[in-house]
């Protein structure tokens, strides 16, 4: 297990800087001249441009930038500066937190929600409940994003506070865990609805196998042939799902942050974007290829806990 471990951190290297390489090249090749934007309306010092471009080595090739950036994230843990001399890393410091808070949410929200339908369908299949969690899915799946915050904060974070005279749900801010509620399944929505969808084929797919009708067979009761036979075989494809969408979660919190102001790596993203900060572009991106990485990783080793049959020599 120890070998396997470090074979996969050793080749998440060269994905890492495939990755990164991609990134850094398509932010910094944009058009437009950052210490231009720097200045904004006023009148540019060609002395001043010229010193801070030779200090974040505007002037020399793009890869040799490149190089300078990913030696420093490597080799000291420093993810640069922005140009207006503040380190991404303390810019990441204090948003990171409040995205992860949001990210790890949603996927509770989603393992226990979706997982939860899609055992209720599967173990009613072509009845009414199972047609009608169908159903749901597909418009939990059809409306945007957008739409559905909005929507939600309309009802339950509006509405509802004036009919019941208590904020239930915030509709922006973070001011306390149920900040993160309404936000939450905002972002897992969509995700609730594939991994519901999923797990109820893969358990329907696996009830039929010869060794649940064994199990069955041999007098165990439905719910331990469910539980520990059906589920656990099913749980392989749904800790794939769940594991790889944690990076999809804190990466597409952009639009979810937006609408209900929340100030974590999402709303900075887009805000960097606006305004020509490269620097903090390829910083957050860089993070997200390494939760993905690592994602996937402990993704890898929970299929032997699943699945005693998986080794990793």
């Not at 149920?178 to 991994?195: D, K, M, N």
């Not at 067979?217 to 656990?232: F, M, N, P, T």
Request: glycine share 10%; proline share 4%; charged share 15%.
């Amino acid at each position: 297990m120890g070998r396997y471990v470090i074979r996969r951190l050793l080749q998440a290297i060269p994905v890492l800087l495939g990755a990164t390489v991609l990134i850094f090249c398509i932010v910094f090749a944009l058009p437009g001249d950052p210490i231009a934007s720097l200045m904004g309306e006023k009148r540019q010092d060609p002395a001043v441009a010229e010193v801070l471009r030779e200090q974040y080595h505007l002037n020399d090739p793009l890869l040799l930038q490149y190089w300078y950036y990913i030696s420093g994230v490597l080799l000291r843990g420093d993810f640069g500066t922005t140009f207006s001399r503040v380190p991404v890393s303390e810019i990441m410091a204090g948003k990171f937190q409040v995205t992860l808070n949001l990210a790890v949410t949603a996927l509770v929200m989603e393992a226990v929600i979706g997982v939860g339908l899609g055992l209720w369908a599967a173990l009613r299949r072509g009845k009414a409940s199972d047609t009608m969690i169908l159903a749901s899915t597909l418009l939990l799946i059809s409306v945007p994003t957008l739409v559905t915050g909005f929507v939600l904060q309309l009802i339950l974070g509006v509405k509802l506070k004036v009919w019941t005279g208590v904020e239930i749900f915030p509709v922006a801010g973070n001011s306390d865990w149920r900040g993160y509620l309404l936000p939450g399944f905002v972002l897992a929505g969509t995700s609730i609805a594939y991994l519901t969808r999923l797990t109820r084929t893969s358990l329907v797919e696996t009830l039929r196998s010869d060794f649940i009708r064994t199990a069955t067979a041999k007098g165990l009761s439905r719910r331990r042939v469910v539980g520990r036979h059906g589920l656990r075989n099913a749980l392989i494809p749904l800790v794939t799902f769940l594991g790889a969408d944690l990076g999809n979660l804190m990466g597409g919190a952009v639009i979810t942050e937006s609408i209900f102001n929340l100030p974590g790596i999402g709303n900075q993203l887009f805000q960097s974007v606006y305004l020509r900060e490269q620097p903090i572009v390829v910083g957050i991106t860089t993070i997200l290829v390494l939760i993905y990485l690592l994602a996937n990783l402990v993704v890898d080793l929970l299929y032997a806990v699943l699945d005693p049959r998986i080794r990793y020599e």
